[in-house]
């Protein structure tokens, strides 16, 4: 409930920086219950990817990936501003002991494009939710785009970044491997006409002393030298889906075929336990990533109290438990009430003769108990300490212990 209110604060705070040119959307609404959104259209998922599309590949795959993930990007943003005074190796370090998603970790380093995905929650929301919903048409949408960029002749001037072509496909990546720079561009310039005037594209407002022209359409902020795990996820632009690899010792350069060809690759698979509870709005993605079977993320137990919530499976598995112990133990009251009826006499006879049994047995386990304490007794001291002590009790135990005659007699 926490995290419901945590949303909904933080798209109503934002939603002034979100702005298009046309009228902006209606802001999304998050709730525990199910809500059903249409399919986006190619118009709307245009409009959406339009301020990242000309990203390369390796950071657009963290982002695509993060932003399935709402809450813990406005977690590592907050965490990041709480800890701006340290050195970018030293955040490197912290970031990894942390319980978030490897592509949240990855965007740690690049501060402006994870304030951009928390400050503009709703759109987030809305990019996550596109991504899970239809992988494939996501990635076919990135493509329409880039096409339409180098028709309008703006790729060939992206000078940080290296343009190739595979296939049908355009594939942007950094000239100095693993070095990242980001650009920022104006999204109604950039692509030339725009195909879609009721969608115009999504606009950012640079930051201050950021400029660009018809000339010069990139600029481009500092450098990012990777130093930390990034390598690890890439475009399969063949198949239209992301790969990933394991994420540790990533960072070094690995080039894209390395990644996506790679014997130990895999699809990435959206892993439910990072959603930590946020809904998804449409009923087919829901049905696939069951909500009900989130539990409390370590990260994120100071938000619910320290309150672990119980899957179903563990509440019929404790119903059941619960339901077999009392089943055993009406059966063993059941068991001891007829052991009692069997003991009891049916006669004076056999009272007596049950009454004689019972002191002869009493009397031999007596005497059983007697022998075993005296030969415990009678063991030798471990410590010379206790010397006195053994000798005193095995004179006293004497002293007590019945004669044969006496015994006899009896």
Do not use: C
């Not at 339409?148 to 190739?164: I, P, T």
């Not at 606009?203 to 600029?219: A, I, L, N, R």
């Not at 095995?394 to 006899?408: E, F, I, L, Y």
């Amino acid at each position: 409930m926490k995290n419901l209110i945590l949303i909904l604060g933080l798209i109503t705070m934002t939603s002034a920086g979100f702005s298009t040119v046309a009228a902006q959307e209606p802001p999304l609404s998050i709730s525990q219950g199910e809500q059903e959104s249409p399919v986006l259209s190619d118009a709307e998922l245009a409009q959406m990817l339009a301020p990242i599309a000309l990203y390369p590949d390796s950071l657009l795959t963290h982002i695509l990936i993060a932003s399935t993930y709402p809450i813990e990007v406005v977690e590592a943003h907050r965490w990041l501003k709480k800890n701006d005074h340290l050195s970018a190796k030293k955040l490197a370090k912290l970031v990894e002991k942390l319980e978030w998603d490897e592509s949240v970790k990855a965007l740690i380093a690049f501060e402006r494009v994870l304030s951009r995905l928390s400050e503009n929650l709703t759109w987030t929301l809305q990019l996550g939710d596109a991504f899970l919903q239809d992988e494939e048409r996501l990635l076919d949408s990135i493509q329409t785009l880039r096409r339409q960029a180098k028709r309008a002749g703006n790729l060939d001037k992206m000078n940080n970044m290296e343009v190739s072509y595979e296939d049908d496909s355009i594939v942007i990546e950094p000239v100095e491997k693993e070095i990242v720079y980001v650009p920022y561009y104006d999204t109604r310039m950039v692509y030339g006409t725009w195909h879609w005037a009721s969608y115009p594209p999504v606009y950012w407002t640079p930051h201050h002393g950021v400029h660009v022209s018809y000339y010069h359409p990139f600029h481009w902020h500092s450098g990012i030298h990777i130093s930390f795990n990034y390598f690890f996820s890439a475009f399969h632009w063949h198949n239209r889906h992301v790969v990933v690899v394991k994420p540790h010792r990533s960072h070094h350069y690995r080039t894209r075929h390395s990644i996506s060809r790679g014997g130990y690759s895999k699809r990435w698979v959206h892993q439910v336990n990072h959603r930590r509870g946020v809904a998804y709005r449409n009923k087919h993605v829901s049905n696939k990533y069951r909500s009900d079977r989130v539990r409390v993320h370590k990260a994120n137990k100071h938000l619910h109290g320290g309150v672990k919530v119980k899957s179903t499976h563990n509440r019929v598995k404790h119903k059941l438990a619960t339901k077999h112990q009392v089943a055993h133990k009406k059966a063993s009251v059941k068991a001891h009430t007829k052991h009692k009826a069997i003991k009891q006499p049916k006669s004076q006879k056999h009272y007596q003769q049950h009454k004689k049994q019972h002191k002869k047995q009493h009397q031999e386990q007596h005497k059983m108990q007697r022998n075993k304490q005296y030969k415990t007794e009678s063991k030798p001291p471990k410590s010379s300490t206790h010397k006195k002590q053994h000798q005193a009790r095995v004179k006293h135990t004497a002293k007590h212990k019945p004669s044969k005659r006496h015994s006899k007699e009896r």
